[in-house]
């Protein structure tokens, strides 16, 4: 496949209301996950007869790699691939491998892995250069309460060493937190992965979506997290790879590692949030915590040239003006919000 270049770009670097540049972009490709983690997409909610998108209503590859080149000469640095779950979404691999044609682009991809050990081997040889897997506790009966499907951990374990092995390296373990159901699984996955060269990353319980029935109390605070570590495993803070990296640092003081914490509820990060979203139907979303997006589907679909298409992108970022997580207090704020499972986590 040939390496192609950026979409011309046809002004100045891309800022919003409040100075941040666009420079990351999550796609979410597909609505769609085997798990029914009970904070993310609980059964009474998404069960059998949830209607989740049809087939025709998703973008196809071929959209996905058109916009993803649109950003890309707007300033996008990186891309990260998820849902839903993205190894459910068929042939996964030809999008890795059509996105990994766009020159300088960091191609990762979010995932609960339980398909990872078949798949580790096809996603390094189309291109993805590496993953983010989702686990939130290392025994079966807390991770079992959690994802809700029975899904047994060693499986997981065995997509992250499959994944090493491939060389998706480094590899993010992302464990979220939540107040009675796992806090105590803190300290067996810090031990865990201590040593191992993956780096784990707690992250703080959020209020996305309008399923979950989040309060504030649930939130088990970085804070928190990074005292019960350093109690047992003693921490000092690292200072961060880049501007605007959402996990705050630490580094374990005996050298075997790092773990980091995303305290999404209680220091949020909006000042430096350069992260635009697209759902599985191709609507663009500014903010994790939006209540509505702006649809690029459409304008795919009509015809809209590259630059027509840049041009809106470039509209719709200049007006950005969100920083829910600054605003919102103890209180969830009552708004319709949209799963996270559809506009991509
Ligand atoms: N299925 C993939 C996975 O499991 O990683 C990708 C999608 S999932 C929505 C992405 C991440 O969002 C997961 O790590 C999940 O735990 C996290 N997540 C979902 N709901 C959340 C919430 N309410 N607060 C914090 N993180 C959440």
Redesign the pocket.
């Known amino acids: 496949m040939t390496r192609e270049g950026k979409v011309a770009s046809p002004a100045g670097p891309l800022l919003d209301t409040l100075g941040r540049p666009l420079r990351d972009l999550r796609i979410?490709v597909t609505d769609r996950?085997n798990?029914r983690?009970v904070?993310?997409?609980p059964k009474e909610v998404f069960g059998k007869d949830y209607a989740f998108l049809e087939r025709k209503e998703l973008l196809s590859f071929e959209e996905i790699t058109r916009l993803a080149r649109v950003f890309h000469g707007l300033g996008i640095e990186k891309i990260r691939l998820?849902?839903?779950?993205?190894?459910v979404r068929r042939n996964l691999e030809q999008l890795i491998e059509m996105l990994s044609g766009i020159e300088g682009l960091d191609l990762t991809l979010?995932?609960?892995?339980s398909n990872l050990a078949k798949k580790a081997r096809a996603l390094k040889a189309a291109g993805l250069t590496r993953v983010?897997?989702?686990l939130?506790a290392l025994d079966d009966p807390t991770f079992m309460a959690m994802n809700d499907v029975d899904f047994p951990v060693a499986k997981v374990l065995e997509g992250i060493d499959a994944a090493a092995e491939a060389g998706l390296a480094p590899i993010k373990v992302?464990?979220?937190v939540?107040r009675g159901m796992n806090e105590t699984g803190i300290l067996p996955m810090a031990r865990y992965f201590k040593s191992r060269g993956h780096i784990l990353r707690f992250?703080?319980?959020?209020?996305?979506?309008a399923s979950?029935g989040?309060r504030m109390d649930d939130v088990v605070t970085a804070r928190e997290i990074v005292e019960t570590i350093d109690a047992e495993m003693p921490l000092e803070p690292a200072d961060a790879n880049y501007t605007g990296e959402v996990a705050e640092r630490w580094r374990y003081r005996d050298g075997s590692g790092e773990i980091g914490v995303?305290a999404?509820v209680t220091q949020a990060f909006c000042s430096d949030c350069t992260r635009a979203r697209i759902s599985t139907d191709g609507k663009l979303y500014t903010c994790l915590f939006a209540t509505g997006g702006h649809d690029l589907r459409t304008l795919l679909r009509e015809g809209a040239s590259d630059a027509e298409l840049a041009k809106r992108v470039r509209e719709i970022w200049s007006l950005r003006s969100d920083r829910y997580s600054e605003i919102r207090s103890s209180k969830t704020i009552p708004i319709k919000k949209i799963e996270?499972?559809y506009i991509?986590?």
């Not at 998820?82 to 190894?87: D, F, H, I, Q, W």
């Not at 992250?203 to 996305?208: K, P």
């Open positions: 979410s996950c798990f983690c904070y993310c997409m998820t849902g839903g779950e993205p190894l979010t995932t609960n892995a983010t897997v989702s939130d992302n464990m979220v939540k992250i703080e319980y959020m209020d996305v979506g979950n989040w995303i999404s996270m499972s991509g986590g």
